[in-house]
């Protein structure tokens, strides 16, 4: 977390923004962007103290976060039984048997957003194209506050835009990059900074995402 850091100080104050409640803080950003929030948080800037004070709502976030992180694991546990039945059922077939079965699997995998990343893109299948949509219409949303918040301070300081991942822990480094590697002349002009981080995160040509996000 960023109190391990030993720049974190340093950080906060080239920020220029301080929350009253930092906890409270994030659980908004990841309620108003429930798609990235799910895939991946960046915890090395999550500013959270590790002594505080524990309130009635504090134990109700906790509880909260307790019985979300158990209906997760649970879902995971039943997704990973359920594959390793499958691989099994394979082992002891030959043949077109094993062909047909390895088929079920292959979209069984597409289905669960498992399908193997191959350099160069490959087909997306029908049922991850709309969480595909949601990640992209999020990450322009995200990207549009990233940018708004980037104008408080020296936005080509390497240190700022590293700043900026403690109120935006969504992104890493090589992303924070991205975002300000494209031009913004205002809000909503960051489909290409959000085709550029989508195809980085699925190891995609943005074209190919293109044809699926946007099908003619």
Same mark, same amino acid.
């Given at each position: 977390m960023l109190s391990d850091r030993p720049d974190a100080q340093e950080l906060l104050d080239l920020l220029g923004f301080e929350s009253a409640d930092w906890r409270q803080y994030y659980q908004d950003l990841w309620a108003r962007y429930p798609t990235l929030s799910e895939d991946w948080v960046h915890v090395g800037f999550l500013n959270l103290p590790k002594r505080r004070v524990v309130d009635k709502r504090e134990s109700n976030r906790f509880k909260r976060w307790q019985a979300a992180a158990a209906e997760r694991d649970q879902r995971d546990l039943l997704m990973v039984a359920e594959i390793r039945a499958k691989s099994k059922a394979l082992l002891v077939l030959r043949g077109p048997a094993r062909a047909k079965k390895q088929k079920v699997l292959d979209r069984r995998l597409a289905e669960l957003g498992l399908r193997p990343s191959f350099r160069g893109g490959t087909s997306i299948p029908q049922r991850e194209r709309p969480g595909l949509r949601k990640r992209y219409d999020e990450l322009r949303a995200l990207l549009d506050e990233v940018r708004d918040a980037g104008k408080l301070g020296? *936005?080509?300081? %390497?240190?700022?835009?590293?700043?900026?991942? +403690?109120? =935006?822990?969504?992104? @890493? *480094? *090589?992303? +924070? *990059? +991205?975002?300000?590697?494209? %031009?913004?002349?205002?809000?909503?002009?960051?489909?290409?900074?959000?085709?550029? +981080?989508?195809?980085?995160? =699925? @190891?995609? %040509?943005?074209?190919t995402l293109d044809r699926y996000l946007f099908p003619r």
């Open positions: 020296e *936005e080509t300081d %390497p240190r700022y835009r590293l700043a900026l991942l +403690i109120r =935006f822990p969504l992104l @890493n *480094e *090589e992303e +924070i *990059e +991205i975002a300000f590697s494209h %031009p913004y002349k205002r809000r909503g002009t960051t489909s290409k900074a959000a085709m550029a +981080i989508l195809a980085r995160r =699925f @190891n995609t %040509p943005p074209a």
